[in-house]
């Protein structure tokens, strides 16, 4: 994403212009419309080696030529390089943010645009990644600012190599310990990067499987330092790297594990492209890449990639859009392309020439200047969030279900718009929801007294969870004791299902076996379950055979657990939105009627749940508190003054609390049937 530094070539490489102008127009492209080019994402994985290749070539120029590396110097160079631009993108998105999206992502907003400033958004969306209650975030409109904090973490080490390549160099070493020191690198990289790629959602973001891209256009520096290929061979090497960087491009999707294995056709096709270097003759690679247009685009490519991202998102968000139509994505990359030439021109190129930043502590100055400058924005978005307030809980305002399907008069929503996202089960701040990557419950949960008369065990995944606020309600007043054995995205069946990120889910598989055996142990009173009806099995896309398979491992491992005479409670799947409810909400609170979902829409998947019961005949029963969500004819957003939704598919710690004497009589009902 950067341009090299002032100074950095001696000899300047128009085709690696070019090839920026290609890096961040794949990027535009697949933001723009991921169909158009499904593996546009992989222009950021050409910008890291074309990064690690300039970089390397200053650095490697500057100790070959001075016998030292000033990292002083060179940390001023990237200062004055990124930052400017970096600051005046940040600054005018979150001005822009105040005022156009909507409340309920103020706050996440915030805190990314801090991130970013500081370069560690990789490492937020990192944690966000496996943060199961944060699965459904709308993305910020600085998210992209995650490429740029790769780029600069690993440049905190990089350097250093050569500092102790400079001193080894005076100690006799050569540069085939240079190669060793960055080829170990590159080698620990890209197998951690192979290793953790499809089982850890934070390995998109992390700068340990990254860098090997970056050290791949270093290596390849010190090696075009020494020499050049022959013509023959860059002729069809140049083309071949072109090639694969657009097939890339064209034949990944957001299904294709990555980085991992899958990036070494984009990463290798870029350093191919620049080994190729500039051949004679308009049959090069080099001809269309060193156009007037190409080497333009190239120009205004970091540019273009800081402004083009919070562009989409903040239209995206005044439109209310999922999607750009054709002409507006038209003018998104318009006004992104003028934008990006007048930060060039008026940013970018004044403060490399009149070099603003000169040594090391101008360099600490100014980063810290920026942060805080970024912060001082981002501190106006709390501003306004925290305008919004507190709402008080009021029993006698916020009744939930009891004014389901009659007119209410509408007072401030319990919880607020900005809370209900995090009105939670407190489960989960009890660490009670075990990970998807656990395979057996090794210390579950427990609530209520020890000596209890009767044990109810809750199990599924989290649209069981979200039940354990009305059965808690239910268990302090019966003297009931819950157990918990709840997993993340893991339904209780013996089909073998998809994970969150589309591969076989073997630990769910596992550790709904383990439930079984520790349920032969408990031997409890009671055993209560739900599962959300978009887990599919990981067997077949069919999506008439989905219900039946699903169904069939539900009814052979809820009838090992009968077998022992533990009566089974199935309560069918809560309706589920389409759509961010508590953004809609948040933007209709003084008559969010409009946010409701028609009924068959909420429900427009049947429930194998429904299957399993009838397989199991007499030994499990279903309850189904549908009618407490929807009229006949829609299912609200908000009833009674309470939000129903904390995201598109679970309910409000709050609203399931108030259902707590509604599920009580069901399932006292129930069990008459069993």
């Known amino acids: 994403m950067s341009s090299a530094p002032a100074g950095a070539e001696r000899r300047f490489r128009p085709e690696v212009q070019g090839l920026r102008a290609v890096a961040v127009l794949l990027v535009l492209v697949y933001h723009l419309d991921p169909d158009l080019l499904p593996g546009g994402y992989v222009g950021v994985d050409v910008f890291f080696v074309i990064s690690g290749f300039l970089i390397t070539s200053l650095l490697y120029r500057e100790a070959m030529g001075q016998g030292r590396i000033s990292v002083a110097r060179f940390y001023a160079r990237r200062v004055r390089r990124l930052l400017p631009a970096a600051t005046v993108v940040l600054v005018a998105t979150g001005t822009a943010s105040f005022f156009l999206l909507p409340v309920t992502r103020l706050t996440d907003t915030m805190w990314q645009l801090v991130a970013s400033a500081a370069y560690v958004e990789n490492l937020y969306l990192a944690r966000q990644s496996v943060d199961y209650l944060a699965a459904e975030v709308a993305p910020s409109p600085v998210q992209h600012f995650w490429s740029l904090s790769v780029e600069e973490q690993f440049y905190l080490v990089w350097p250093l190599l050569f500092v102790l390549w400079a001193l080894l160099r005076r100690r006799g070493a050569g540069t085939a310990t240079l190669v060793l020191l960055l080829g170990s690198l590159l080698a620990a990289s890209l197998a951690w990067s192979v290793l953790t790629t499809g089982g850890e959602p934070s390995a998109y973001f992390l700068p340990t499987t990254r860098a090997w891209e970056l050290a791949v256009g270093g290596l390849l520096a010190v090696g075009l330092a020494h020499g050049r290929l022959p013509e023959r061979v860059r002729l069809p090497l140049g083309w071949a790297g072109l090639a694969a960087i657009v097939a890339s491009a064209v034949l990944y999707d957001a299904a294709t594990p990555f980085p991992g294995w899958a990036a070494l056709l984009p990463v290798l ?186 044990t109810v065990a809750v199990i599924g995944d989290s649209h069981s969870a979200q039940w354990v606020p009305a059965l808690s309600g239910l268990a302090e007043e019966r003297g009931w004791r819950l157990v918990l054995f709840t997993k993340s995205a893991c339904a209780f069946t013996d089909t073998l299902t998809k994970g969150p990120e589309g591969l076989p889910y073997l630990e769910c598989r596992t550790w709904n076996r383990a439930v079984v055996e520790e349920l032969d142990e408990l031997r409890p009173d009671l055993v209560v379950t739900s599962s959300s009806t978009a887990a599919v099995p990981a067997d077949s896309d069919d999506p008439d055979a989905r219900t039946e398979l699903m169904a069939e491992g539900m ?85 009674g003054n309470v939000i129903v939704y904390r995201d598109s598919g679970h309910i409000t710690n709050t609203y399931m609390s108030l259902l707590a004497d509604h599920l009580g009589e069901r399932l006292d009902e129930a069990l008459t049937r069993i």
């Open 269 to 454: 096709g870029c350093a191919a492209v620049i080994a190729a270097e500039h051949v004679p003759g308009p049959l090069s690679v080099s001809a269309p890449l060193s156009t007037a247009p190409a080497r333009w685009v190239g120009d205004l490519s970091y540019a273009l990639y800081l402004w083009h991202w919070p562009l989409i998102v903040l239209t995206l968000a005044v439109t209310g859009r999922d999607e750009l139509g054709a002409g507006t994505a038209v003018a998104v990359a318009g006004t992104a392309l003028l934008l990006s030439w007048a930060t060039k021109v008026w940013v970018e190129d004044p403060a490399r020439d009149h070099r603003l930043v000169r040594g090391g502590r101008g360099a600490l100055a100014a980063a810290v200047s920026g942060v805080l400058v970024v912060a001082a924005v981002g501190a106006t978005l709390y501003v306004r969030v925290d305008r919004v307030g507190s709402v008080e809980f009021d029993p006698n305002v916020h009744v939930g279900p009891r004014a389901l399907g009659e007119d209410f008069a509408v007072a401030p929503l319990y919880p607020s718009p900005v809370e209900a996202e995090d009105d939670a089960p407190m489960l989960y701040d009890d660490d009670c929801q075990a990970p998807q990557t656990a395979t057996a419950p090794e210390d579950p949960c427990v609530y209520g007294p020890e000596g209890a008369d009767r």
């Open 555 to 639: 009814t052979r491992l809820w009838g090992e657990v009968a077998e022992s005479s533990t009566p089974i409670v199935a309560v069918r799947d809560t309706p589920r939105q389409h759509r961010d409810v508590v953004e809609c909400v948040a933007r209709n609170d003084e008559d969010p009627r409009g946010c409701a979902i028609p009924e068959e829409e909420a429900f427009e998947r049947d429930d194998p749940q429904e299957e399993a019961v009838d397989d199991l005949a007499g030994r499990a029963v279903l309850v189904d508190m549908s009618d407490l969500f929807c009229t006949r004819e829609e299912c609200p957003a908000v009833i």
